[in-house]
């Protein structure tokens, strides 16, 4: 099952903050969070395996709620070089032959100086 | 860090030929694959997931012969778009495992993308 992302689109000035939200209905074995610039490949930004975990990448950090039904990811303080498509990918299952992931549609994210 | 080549980046055909896209892992073995198709402003929609050795596993919905995909070694997984149509065209992604782990899972490492036109 496809993740929900939310919202669809946000614009910041740089220096300002935002958050992209990943839910599902289902709870998740991991949740894995990848940014896309227009015309480039997917760049890994971090996992997520456990239930209330927090984790962090430069001034990108996300959070893992205790259900593990929903991920949010918080960009501070943005910079222009943050402009690009956030993707987050879920897992169900817990890996091995089975493993892959439902990535949800994506957020678009554009920084202004 | 791992990195994943994707081959050729833009590719124009006619509408009946077949086009043949090649997803390789630099430094690393790739044990499994996975092709995506991405449409503008839409999500990876994943296609199959190509293990090495063994018959790909596709998605429900993808036809398995219109996209075939071999991968016949640790550092190459290949799709083939036969007999392409317009409908075809789309930019399509690869990814690998193996190329690290990061909190205990497996990390994907994406190629570039192919984005194909069929005329």
């Known amino acids: 099952q496809q993740p929900v992302q939310s919202p669809q689109a946000v614009i910041l000035r740089e220096g300002e903050d935002a958050v992209i939200n990943c839910s599902s209905s289902?709870?998740?074995?991991?949740v894995h969070w990848y940014r896309q610039k227009h015309g480039e490949a997917p760049v890994f930004l971090m996992i997520?395996?456990?239930?209330?975990e927090q984790m962090r990448h430069e001034k990108i950090s996300a959070s893992f709620n205790e259900k593990k039904q929903q991920s949010s990811l918080y960009l501070t303080a943005s910079q222009l070089s943050y402009s690009g498509t956030y993707f987050c990918?879920?897992?169900?299952?817990?890996?091995?032959?089975?493993?892959?992931?439902?990535f949800g549609k994506g957020t678009l994210l554009t920084v202004n100086p | 860090g791992a990195v994943v080549s994707q081959h050729p980046s833009r590719v124009i055909c006619k509408s009946g030929t077949s086009v043949k896209i090649e997803c390789r892992s630099l430094?690393?073995?790739?044990?499994?694959m996975f092709w995506y198709r991405q449409f503008p402003k839409k999500s990876l929609m994943l296609m199959a997931t190509?293990?090495?050795?063994?018959?790909?596993?596709?998605e429900q919905g993808v036809e398995k012969d219109k996209f075939l995909i071999n991968h016949a070694s640790l550092t190459l997984s290949t799709l083939t778009v036969t007999s392409a149509h317009p409908e075809d065209s789309s930019f399509y992604i690869c990814?690998?495992?193996?190329?690290?782990?990061?909190?205990?899972?497996?990390?994907?490492?994406f190629g570039a993308g192919s984005r194909l036109t069929v005329l």
């Open positions: 997520l395996l456990k239930g209330g």
């Open positions: 990814s690998a495992e193996g190329g690290g782990r990061y909190s205990g899972a497996n990390v994907l490492t």
């Open positions: 990918g879920t897992e169900i299952n817990s890996g091995g032959s089975n493993y892959k992931l439902t």
């Open positions: 430094d690393f073995q790739a044990t499994t």
């Open positions: 190509s293990n090495e050795g063994s018959k790909a596993t596709y």
């Open positions: 289902k709870a998740l074995y991991s």
